[in-house]
């Protein structure tokens, strides 16, 4: 399985910003997926997290309300639109996917998110 983020770029507080994560590959291996990002000198964090069918949503509580993820399996994408951006928002995305067997994780390479004030 490969994924690639895109979508990222410098935008100012309070302005959206929509991430595709695209998929390829063994994508029928694909079971949950989920967005974390990584701010300088910190560590890796949740997001979001989607269910297979897109039923069932978690997030991360510094974004309820203001992000939403979603996917469309026919195109084996997922999505992460991201309204009201706070500079604190400002990271570096990566999107997850896990299989169904539980027993590998794949990563994409991030795309630079940027929020000014």
């Known amino acids: 399985v490969q994924l690639v983020e895109s979508g990222g770029g410098s935008v100012q507080a309070g302005n959206p910003l929509r991430l595709p994560c695209a998929a390829s590959?063994?994508?029928?291996?694909?079971?949950?997926m989920g967005w974390y990002r990584q701010a300088p000198g910190k560590q890796r964090e949740l997001v979001a997290t989607?269910?297979?069918?897109?039923?069932?949503?978690n997030y991360a509580d510094s974004v309820k309300g203001r992000f939403t993820i979603s996917r469309d399996n026919a195109k084996n994408t997922m999505y992460l639109q991201m309204n009201s951006l706070k500079p604190e928002d400002t990271a570096v995305y990566y999107c997850?996917?896990?299989?169904?067997?539980?027993?590998?994780?794949?990563w994409g390479q991030g795309t630079q998110v940027s929020v000014s004030s």
């Open positions: 997850k996917a896990t299989t169904y067997s539980g027993l590998y994780n794949y």
């Open positions: 590959g063994s994508t029928f291996s694909i079971n949950a």
């Open positions: 989607i269910a297979t069918n897109g039923g069932s949503t």
